[in-house]
């Protein structure tokens, strides 16, 4: 296939570039438009698309999973060369598009509208899509309802030739800086008034309020995500409803993390960003409000897998890294008993190159279970590395734990069975106690038990070796 080419088109990729937004993150002032043109149209599809030499990139993008395609199957490259929107109610009856792998593909595309998206200069840089997979018109309220917002992200787009244009003129003054900033605060003012229609369907909670904290609006995400409907809360005290312990104090742009109420008295974790406006002299403020909830248990996996072992579900040398100091530390205070176990599987090699990995794996999964059952609750063992284990007990008499620690070789000693075979290795133990008065370091500590545990193999293996603190006898 081929696309046409404008009359205007080395002007036209000029000033595409000079904005740079081609490969850019995607931005809450272009997705609240598509999202509200899914809406108001009814239809699965809306894009903010910038026409480049050779593809098609979309800013934002609703019902789309690819950022980008080829220029060639582009409905959109040929609004950019009539500079017109463009209307197509059925594609499978267009010439230009019944071939197109966009059309013929499973879920084509039939309707499909776009609006030209013009640069400061008049150059069509892209369109506003409406998307559509059956046929359909367009009526004339939602061709001007879609101008409409097509005018909106056309302001932001000339607001952004502005801001690059001004940035390249690196002999601009001060004055001149500021004067761009005061329009581009104008402007936004002026565009929160027109992007009323865009915040009531926002999906985050929008909620708008006075200087006494009285709420003046309250958009239909705030009814879904806090239960009270909009008359319910309207005129009511802010802090009554979601914020009972004050509402945040949060500077324009500084997202807070915060704790609102429902209706039903249950908590949410919601992030909370304010922005303070003067209308007709009075203050006026509004309160964007995303919940977080899905994000902070992300966030609570994501640090427990970090502090994890995948194979044997212990913690891994990251976690005890971190435990042991707090461990020592409680040592200093209590001047109750610490030890620490460095442990090494005996002919672990062997069973891996034998019987493969798999094996080896299964039983390093059991060895671990196996630990894990002997010790106390209040214990802690972690998977150090490969065949390596570390355990550390706190308040255990040294007698006790020269016992267990011998308890534990008998423990790992014990056969396991791997299809037709039995399978059997030992553990040699390093043994380390930790004297508050030493002043030794949680490195120094381990390594005193991982030179223990050497002495064990060199020993005859299957053994405990329990390291003397050089300042201390044990």
Avoid at 57 to 67: D, H, I, Q, T
Avoid at 84 to 112: H, K, M
Avoid at 235 to 263: C, H, N, S, V
Avoid at 309 to 318: C, E, F, M, Q, Y
Wanted: hydrophobic content about 40%; proline content about 4%; charged content about 30%.
């Amino acid at each position: 296939m081929s696309h046409p080419i404008s009359p205007d088109e080395e002007m036209r990729l000029a000033a595409l570039r000079q904005i740079e937004l081609l490969d850019t993150p995607e931005e809450p002032a272009f997705d609240r438009v598509t999202r509200l043109v899914t809406r108001l149209l009814n239809v699965p599809i809306s894009t903010v698309t910038l026409i480049d030499a050779n593809r098609q990139w979309f800013k934002s993008r609703v019902g789309v999973e690819f950022r980008e395609t080829h220029r060639d199957i582009a409905f959109c490259a040929y609004t950019v060369a009539t500079s017109e929107p463009l209307i197509v109610e059925d594609a499978c009856q267009d010439s230009r598009f019944a071939c197109n792998p966009l059309v013929t593909g499973p879920s084509g595309i039939r309707f499909y509208v776009g609006i030209p998206l013009r640069s400061l200069q008049g150059l069509v840089l892209g369109s506003l899509c409406a998307i559509d997979t059956k046929p359909r018109a367009i009526s004339k309220d939602e061709l001007a309802a879609l101008q409409d917002l097509a005018a909106i992200v056309t302001d932001e787009i000339h607001l952004r030739e502005r801001l690059v244009l001004e940035k390249k003129n690196a002999h601009a003054s001060l004055q001149a800086l500021n004067e761009l900033y005061r329009s581009m605060e104008s402007q936004i003012e002026r565009r929160t008034n027109e992007l009323k229609l865009v915040i009531e369907s926002a999906y985050d909670a929008y909620i708008s309020i006075d200087a006494y904290n009285v709420i003046l609006d309250w958009n239909q995400a705030a009814e879904m995500m806090f239960g009270w409907p909009r008359k319910a809360a309207l005129a009511k005290p802010i802090t009554q409803l979601i914020f009972p312990a004050g509402l945040p104090d949060a500077k324009d742009q500084t997202a807070l993390e915060f704790m609102a109420r429902r209706y039903d008295g249950t908590e949410l974790a919601v992030e909370v960003r304010v922005k303070k406006l003067m209308i007709d002299r009075r203050e006026r403020r509004s309160l964007f409000i995303h919940d977080i909830t899905e994000r902070q248990q992300l966030e609570r996996l994501r640090d427990q897998q970090a502090r994890e072992d995948v194979l044997t579900k212990l913690p891994n040398r990251r976690a005890l890294d971190e435990r042991l100091p707090d461990a020592m530390a409680r040592t200093r205070r209590t001047r109750q008993p610490l030890a620490i176990l460095f442990m090494d599987l005996d002919g672990f090699k062997m069973i891996n190159d034998a019987h493969g990995h798999a094996v080896g794996d299964e039983l390093l999964r059991v060895i671990a279970d196996r630990l894990g059952k002997t010790i106390r609750e209040t214990d802690y063992i972690a998977r150090w590395a490969g065949d390596e284990f570390v355990l550390f007990l706190e308040g255990s008499e040294p007698t006790a734990i020269e016992s267990l620690a011998n308890k534990l070789v008998k423990v790992v000693q014990e056969p396991l069975a791997a299809g037709n075979a039995a399978l059997q290795v030992s553990v040699s133990i390093g043994v380390a106690v930790y004297l508050p008065a030493s002043g030794e370091t949680a490195n120094e500590l381990l390594k005193r038990a991982d030179v223990a545990m050497y002495e064990a193999k060199r020993s005859g293996k299957a053994q405990v070796s329990v390291s003397q603190p050089a300042d201390r006898a044990y």
